[in-house]
C-alpha cells in the first residue's frame, strides 16, 4: 500500500482497497499503522464517487531524514534528504581518500552530524546513511574489495564503523552504481534498461537491469574500463593489461594524448577547457575517445539492449563532441532492433548523481515492503 501511495498519487480508502484487492477493514487498520508511523498524511479530500467528500492519504516524504554522500578520489559530496531524495542541506569538500579510512569517515560522520545541526534536525529523524566509493565494493558486507587507488581501504568495515558513531543503518556501494540510481530514479524511471557510463580518470557503467541495480555476483559488475579495444592495442593501462578502452578513452589518457598534439594538458579538466577554447585538434581526440567508449558499448547494446545510456563524470562535460563519437559506433556496429528506440545521453544530475543515488540506494532499503512490515506494528 505504502509504494502504491509513494509511485502515485493521494489515494482514498476505496481506491486503495480497490487497487490492492485488500479488504476495506484490512486497509483501515494499515493505514491508522502507517499514518501512527508518520509515513502517510492525509492530503485533501476528494470528492468519492457517492458524492460525499473523502479523505486521500499521500505519502509523507518528510517522515524520515537520509544521509547520502558521494566520497571520490579527491571531491566529495554529503547531503541530507528526505524520503524523494530532494536535497535539503548539501556540502563539498576536498578530502583526499588516500588519507585512509579512519581519518575520511571521521570527517564524514562530523559533517553530517554538522549538516543535521545546520538544518536544526536530529540524528533519530535519520532512517539510514548512504555512501559511495571510487572502488569496488562488496555490497552485502558493504567493504571495499583491492580499491586501486585507496591505500588502507582494502576490506575496511566501512558500515560496521559509521553504524558505531551514527547508530543508523549504513549501506555502502561504489559511486557508479550510485550514480547509476541518481540517474534512473531522476530521469529515466520508466527505463527498466539503463546504462550509466562513468568516463573520469576511469571508466565504468552501472546497470539497471528490469528496474533494479545489477550488481553482478561479487559486486563487480560494470567494470568496462579494462575491456579490450583494437584501437588501443599495447597501449599499457594501469591495471597491468595492454589495450583496455581506459588506456585510450579515460580521464589521463586524454590529456596525455591532447599533451602529445603539443597542448598544454596535464589532467582531464585541461582537456575540457582547451575544448570549450574551441580548439579543433581537442575536439577530434575527445569525438575518437568517443568512438572508443562506443566500441565497446556497441558490444553491449548487443547484448544487453539497454532502453537508455547516460554518459557521465567529468569527461562527460565533452558533451556533444563526446556524444557524438559514441553514437556514431554505436548506430554503425549495434543491431537495428537493439538501436530503434534507444536514448544515448549526457547525465542530467551531473556532480548530484551521486548522492542523490545515495539517497535512493537507502530509501529503496528502508521502504521495500517486508521493511516496512517490520517497523509499522498493526
Ligand atoms: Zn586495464
Redesign the pocket.
Known amino acids: 500500500m505504502l509504494s502504491v501511495l509513494r509511485e502515485g498519487p493521494a489515494r482514498t480508502r476505496t481506491e486503495l482497497a480497490h487497487i490492492t484487492g485488500l479488504a476495506r477493514s484490512t486497509v483501515s487498520q494499515r493505514l491508522d499503522a502507517l499514518l501512527r508511523h508518520r509515513w502517510i498524511v492525509p492530503a485533501d479530500d476528494v470528492i468519492s464517487s457517492g458524492g460525499r467528500p473523502a479523505t486521500a492519504f499521500a505519502f509523507n516524504k518528510a517522515a524520515r531524514l537520509v544521509l547520502a554522500a558521494d566520497l571520490g578520489v579527491t571531491h566529495d559530496r554529503v547531503a541530507l534528504t528526505d524520503l524523494g531524495a530532494t536535497v535539503l542541506a548539501e556540502r563539498t569538500a576536498e578530502v583526499p581518500i588516500d588519507r585512509g579510512p579512519e581519518p575520511t569517515l571521521a570527517w564524514l560522520a562530523q559533517t553530517f552530524t554538522e549538516l543535521l545541526a545546520e538544518s536544526g534536525r536530529d540524528l533519530a529523524e535519520v532512517c539510514g546513511a548512504g555512501i559511495g566509493l571510487p572502488g569496488p565494493v562488496e555490497h552485502v558486507s558493504g567493504r571495499p574489495v583491492n580499491p586501486p587507488i585507496m591505500p588502507g581501504w582494502d576490506r575496511f568495515p566501512v558500515p560496521e564503523w559509521l553504524v558505531e558513531r551514527l547508530g543508523v543503518p549504513v549501506l555502502v556501494d561504489n559511486d557508479v552504481n550510485i550514480m547509476a540510481l541518481g540517474e534512473h530514479w531522476a530521469g529515466h524511471s520508466e527505463a527498466d534498461q539503463l546504462i550509466f557510463v562513468k568516463i573520469g580518470t576511469g571508466i565504468g557503467c552501472g546497470t539497471i537491469s528490469d528496474g533494479r541495480l545489477h550488481r553482478g555476483a561479487q559486486g563487480a559488475a560494470g567494470d568496462i ?2 575491456i579490450r579495444v583494437a584501437t588501443a592495442d599495447g597501449v599499457l ?5 595492454r589495450g ?4 585510450v578513452a579515460g580521464g589521463a589518457a586524454l590529456a596525455a594524448r591532447v599533451a602529445a598534439a603539443g597542448l598544454p594538458a596535464r589532467r582531464s579538466r585541461d582537456v575540457m577547457e582547451l575544448l570549450r577554447a574551441g580548439h579543433p585538434e581537442v575536439a577530434r581526440i575527445v569525438r575518437q575517445a568517443g568512438r572508443e567508449i562506443g566500441d565497446v558499448l556497441a558490444s553491449i547494446v548487443n547484448f544487453f539492449n539497454p532502453a537508455v545510456i547516460v554518459i557521465g563524470g567529468d569527461v562527460a562535460e565533452a558533451g556533444e563532441h563526446l556524444l557524438a563519437g559514441v553514437r556514431e559506433v554505436i548506430y554503425k556496429r549495434s543491431l537495428p532492433l537493439a538501436t530503434q528506440h534507444l536514448r544515448i545521453q549526457a547525465s542530467e544530475l551531473g556532480d548530484r548523481a551521486g548522492i542523490i543515488g545515495a539517497a535512493v540506494m537507502v530509501i529503496e532499503d528502508v521502504l521495500a515492503p517486508e521493511a516496512v512490515d517490520s517497523m509499522v506494528t498493526i
Open positions: 574500463g579494462h593501462c594501469p591495471c597491468g593489461n583496455c578502452l581506459e588506456a
